[in-house]
């Protein structure tokens, strides 16, 4: 059984490069159709769900009465929303079938599967450019704030792995392969890259 | 040009790697033969040139007399050392050669020449079975000492990289791959990995 899981920087072009791995292997590929899942299960809105995991990390709220009450409401959504997304992430690879799957700390969650771990990053202005290439600019015209949205959803993500992990996210020693996808087409290089990791697979 | 620079921890099996890659490629390979060069340049031990370079590092020494005049004197000989070694590294990228070399900050030193950047890696148990099996346990009996070996040997040069550049030695993006080799078959995993370097160059 084979898993491969992309952890990424935001517009370092992961989820991208996960699914191409995935059609260029002709496996199945697991992303946004786990926050459906999660929100039907929770009864839940899907956009308020992906809206919470991408920045809607846990704060460290005094517990006192009246205006705080639903933001410690929302935390508990957190919480709800990260056990259903473990869960649904076990059942995926329960089925037994060969995956893609980005984000959501599945290297972590499903480590007794032994996945073939990928991180993906790049520098600041390539990632700039990836997300104003992607029409992220409507919202975010000025590249400082593509910036300050760049680094707010890595800082989540850091953050959201800390508390469901005992690892760090981003740091290499945690993947089997770390890429730079600056100054890359990443359509050319999923071929070498499927190899390697399929060679890899075989050892 | 292509230039291949592999940087990598003690054990990793980097320097194998990088020799594996310029056979795959059948282009040159630059390693211990530099160390021979600065030792005539210098007319200095090769010996005495390598473990300047291994474990060798500048130590900030109060400048007194005496006991510590020697060590200063080899602290500059350090020194010179790193001098000729940028000056021969230079010498070779400017034949125009493709070439893969390994270790010596030729990453930062080449930089004008767009190397590709490879970082190699593994966890400490792997490393230790590694340097156990190139027979390294003849002079290190225990696993302890091995780990303290390696650790010794990365520390030193993580702490010349901070001396020579003003680039941290293992940070992921610094490099445009890094490789966690723990448990994989170097021979193996070579050719996709040339092939990967080989797309990464025509972007």
Redesign the interface.
């Known amino acids: 059984m084979n898993i491969i899981t992309v952890s990424r920087e935001f517009g370092s072009g992961g989820r991208e490069l996960g699914k191409r791995l995935a059609d260029e292997l002709q496996i199945a590929y697991y992303d946004k159709e786990i926050l459906a899942t999660i929100a039907s299960k929770l009864k839940l809105d899907e956009e308020y769900v992906e809206k919470k995991l991408n920045i809607g990390n846990l704060r460290t709220v005094p517990v006192t009465f009246g205006r705080t009450f639903s933001l410690v409401n929302q935390n508990l959504d957190f919480v709800k929303i990260l056990v259903e997304q473990e869960k649904i992430i076990k059942e995926i690879a329960e089925k037994g079938e060969d995956f893609v799957i980005v984000g959501r700390n599945a290297d972590y969650i499903l480590n007794n599967y032994k996945p073939f771990n990928l991180?993906v990053?790049a520098?600041m202005e390539s990632k700039i450019d990836r997300c104003r290439r992607k029409g992220m600019e409507d919202n975010l015209q000025k590249a400082a704030d593509l910036k300050k949205a760049i680094l707010k959803v890595d800082k989540s993500r850091k953050k959201e792995r800390e508390i469901v992990t005992d690892s760090v996210w981003?740091k290499?020693?945690n993947?089997?392969?770390?890429?730079?996808t600056?100054?890359?087409?990443l359509k050319?290089?999923t071929?070498?890259?499927a190899?390697?990791i399929?060679?890899?697979r075989?050892?």
Not at 175 to 180: E, P, S
Not at 182 to 185: A, D, F, L, R
């Open positions: 991180f990053y520098d981003g290499k020693e993947y089997h392969l770390c890429i730079n600056t100054e890359i087409s050319e290089i071929p070498s890259l190899n390697y399929k060679t890899w075989k050892n």
